[in-house]
């Protein structure tokens, strides 16, 4: 390539030596360039995962919320599952001591219609025993009224 002569020609170098010095200096702002931008991403790094770590607090935060909201509904579930279980147990418990009330009361009836009965029946046996003491009692007497009158 040819050599190019600037201002710098009366010092002796050329321009390829003055634009490898451009060179050197470009690169030592590139090299605080690149330390600007590192420290500025280790910067925003950092923010970032201050802003995580608070959004992961908050996410924290809220699920604990949630976790408590779901126990307690939970709770709430058992609880009520707990009362309807007892009030159905108490209504079968009525339930069976209604139907054994009326078994009882239908035994008690049927006990009670049975000795109605008995009792029928003895006064009906008592009567019948009766007339036919009453019967024989009027043969007996009109046997003695023939015997008295035959005798006359």
């Given amino acids: 390539g040819a050599i190019e002569w600037d201002e710098n020609a009366a010092s002796g170098r050329t321009a390829n030596d003055a634009s490898d010095e451009d060179n050197a200096e470009d690169e030592g702002e590139e090299e605080e360039d690149e ?35 779901m126990e307690m509904l939970q709770r709430r579930a058992e609880e009520a599952m707990a009362l309807r279980r007892a009030k159905k147990e108490e209504a079968e418990r009525k339930k069976n001591a209604e139907e054994a009330d ?13 000795a109605v009965e008995a009792e029928e029946r003895r006064k009906a046996e008592k009567m019948e025993m009766l007339k036919k003491r009453a019967e024989e009692a009027m043969a007996r007497r009109r046997a003695k009224s023939v015997s008295k009158g035959d005798g006359e």
């Avoid at 500025?40 to 923010?47: G, N």
């Fill in 35 to 69: 330390d600007v931008d590192e420290d500025e991403e280790l910067r925003r790094a950092a923010e970032e995962a201050a802003v995580a770590a608070k959004e992961a607090e908050a996410a924290a935060a809220e699920a604990r919320r949630k976790a408590e909201k």
């Fill in 102 to 114: 009326v078994a009882a009361g239908k035994e008690e009836e049927d006990d009670a219609a049975a």
